[in-house]
């Protein structure tokens, strides 16, 4: 059975950092396209990073980039989100997801979906 599992969410201050953890089972992790997706209260879920299935492709959403970072560790089934100099408006719960064709960070390109971990940035 296809499961992911995200974890490493948490409270964090402004300027803080962390990293969060999407584990797969149920399938080999080398052929798929994962994505992160966020949904902030009262807002639309929203594509935060996605990686292919090698690496090759990695996209970011213009108010993550240069502060998130995605990578895969297919050994470990498992995909991780760096997140740096976190703000409130990074405040969500974080999913990850898969089955997309494409790297895309559109969410409805993606049938598969983690249960999220939620992040809250706060002084």
């Known amino acids: 059975q296809l499961q992911l599992v995200e974890s490493g969410g948490g409270l964090v201050q402004p300027g803080g950092s962390l990293r969060l953890s999407c584990a797969i089972s149920?399938?080999?992790?080398?052929?798929?396209?994962i994505g992160w997706f966020r949904q902030a209260p009262g807002k639309e879920r929203e594509g935060v990073s996605c990686?292919?299935?090698?690496?090759?492709?990695?996209r970011y959403a213009d108010s993550v980039k240069g502060r998130f970072t995605i990578s895969r560790d297919n050994a470990k089934n498992t995909v991780y989100l760096q997140m740096n100099s976190l703000t409130p408006e990074d405040t969500g719960i974080y999913y990850c997801?898969?089955?997309?064709?494409?790297?895309?960070?559109?969410?409805?390109?993606?049938?598969?979906w983690g249960q999220g971990t939620q992040v809250t940035v706060s002084s």
């Open positions: 990686i292919s299935s090698r690496g090759g492709s990695i």
């Open positions: 997801a898969t089955d997309a064709i494409i790297a895309t960070l559109d969410p409805r390109n993606y049938d598969y």
């Open positions: 149920g399938f080999t992790l080398d052929y798929y396209v």
